[in-house]
């Protein structure tokens, strides 16, 4: 039944890749930087203005939901057995589907693994291993 409910809309699908874009440009700079500025340049820009998209699009996302858990009081209600309205069961099922959404997990899992495959990336080079 989640599924029915919990749609992303294309505008979170959006932000996605633009935070996965960004990831993957800032991981690239240490190999890029190895035999071209421009393109070391070009995808520092594409990072840092992609992160600044993507975290500004999450910070006001996360911000209007902690605003409506506020405003309508549900955790009260939810610790007093209070009745909820169809707005507080509304306000419930968009936290409990952002936090079902595995864009987040997809997301962390590309940071960790191309953090790690550029530490061994940068390793290689540092340690004389790669010319």
């Known amino acids: 039944m989640s599924k029915n409910v919990c749609k992303e809309s294309p505008v979170t699908t959006l932000f996605f890749i633009i935070g ?3 990831t993957i440009s800032i991981r690239l700079i240490g190999v890029t930087g190895l035999f071209s500025v421009f393109l070391t340049k ?9 992160f600044l998209l993507f975290f500004i ?11 409506l858990v506020n405003k309508t009081n549900i955790i009260e ?3 007093s057995d209070e009745h909820f309205v169809d707005e507080d069961k509304n306000i419930l099922i968009s936290v409990l589907c952002s936090l079902t959404s595995k864009k987040d ?3 962390y899992f590309v940071i960790f693994f191309t953090s790690g495959v550029s530490l061994i990336i940068a390793l290689l080079f540092d340690l004389k291993i790669i010319k």
């Open 20 to 22: 996965l874009v960004a």
């Open 42 to 50: 070009l995808l520092w820009y594409i990072g840092i203005v992609g």
């Open 105 to 107: 997990i997809i997301n």
């Open 57 to 67: 699009y999450k910070f006001k996302a996360e911000n209007e939901r902690r605003n």
């Open 77 to 79: 209600k939810i610790v």
